[in-house]
């Protein structure tokens, strides 16, 4: 089957949020004293989270992405990552991660298939790490990386660039990229802070800008299709640069992707109020069928581009760890 939205566009990733509870404090996701944290029978049960990819992959979903939060805060996130294997038609599952806890379970990830890991981190300077994510865990984050390095699975860091706190990092990451085989990823700030308060952007234009003051020879890749981040080669690059432009939204004609929040919301874009609610239909003997309506309603009513979405709601408040990032 294949799941198709209200403008043509084909779904099959579902990025899903196991938790929305966080060790770090990103000044960008939320504020210092975190959230008001899901309760543990407001999360989606691993049972839950299983029947819904399991109806996701009948749809035609083939593309599993598990985020949070922190995903490996969640103690049963193994289990929900080895029971996400054996569904039929999935056939990728991927994660994204602050890279705190991560280390120890790099070998189970790499037999369990795991081909990539998104790795976030926003700067390689101990004060500014602290400052930004409000707890000093570089030392393992930059671990976790060289494990990673080390291992069979592809990894991909994701930094998002803020205004006068982490510009002059745009060098110092991207120059991971001449000697190492990672792509490295800007991305544009969203207003996803949990705090309703709105900063001052750098854009996806001013981090090109600056990369091409860099590296004059940076040469911009076609946009692949689907894909998020515009990206960028050099000849004397081992990987790859990439610019995601999730604020001013360039990419949303070729969305193909869903979100599933940790208490079992489905959003069928990132700027959408989502009011579909599936944890019910997930927890109860309701049929696949019902689930699959509900799926199918979603999108079959889905904005066409965040501007869109953005409009018919009230003013952003959420936090990205309680949508998945
Ligand atoms: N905790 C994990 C992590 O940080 O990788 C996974 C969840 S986090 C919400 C997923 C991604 O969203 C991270 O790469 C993070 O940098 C990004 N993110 C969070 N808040 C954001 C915001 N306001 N604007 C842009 N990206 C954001
Ligand atoms: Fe935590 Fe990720 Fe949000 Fe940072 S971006 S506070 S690591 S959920």
Known sequence: MALI?????????????????????CTYCMPEQGLNWLKKDELLTQDEIHKLIQN?????????????????????FLDIVKNTKSIPGIREISITTNGTYTEPHIQELVDLGIKSINLSVDTLNPERFLKMARRDWLPQVQSTFNSLLDSPIQVKLNAVIMAGQNEEDIEALSRLAITM????????????????????????????????????????????????????????????????????????????????????????????????????????????????????????????????????RAPIHESMASIGG
């Open 5 to 25: 939205d209200n403008h043509g566009r084909s779904i099959d990733y579902a990025r899903i949020a196991v938790t929305d509870q966080c060790n770090l404090r």
């Open 56 to 76: 996701l992959a009948f749809l035609g979903v083939k593309k599993i992405r598990f985020t949070g939060g922190e995903p490996f805060l969640r103690k049963d």
């Open 181 to 312: 085989p990672v792509d490295i990823r800007f991305i544009e700030e969203m207003p996803f802070n949990g705090s309703g308060i709105n900063t001052s952007r750098v854009s996806a234009k001013d981090i090109e800008m600056r990369l091409l003051e860099l590296y004059p020879a940076l040469h911009k890749l076609p946009m692949q299709p689907t894909s998020t981040s515009q990206e960028y080669s050099h000849e004397d690059f081992s990987g790859k640069i990439g610019i995601i432009a999730a604020y001013s939204r360039t990419f949303c004609g070729t969305c193909n992707r869903i979100r599933i929040t940790p208490s079992g919301h489905l959003k069928t874009c990132l700027y959408d109020k989502s009011n579909n609610s599936l944890k019910s239909f997930l927890s109860s003997d309701s049929s696949d069928f019902i689930i699959q309506e509900k799926i199918i309603q979603a999108i079959g009513a889905r904005f066409a581009n965040g501007f869109d979405a953005e409009k018919h």
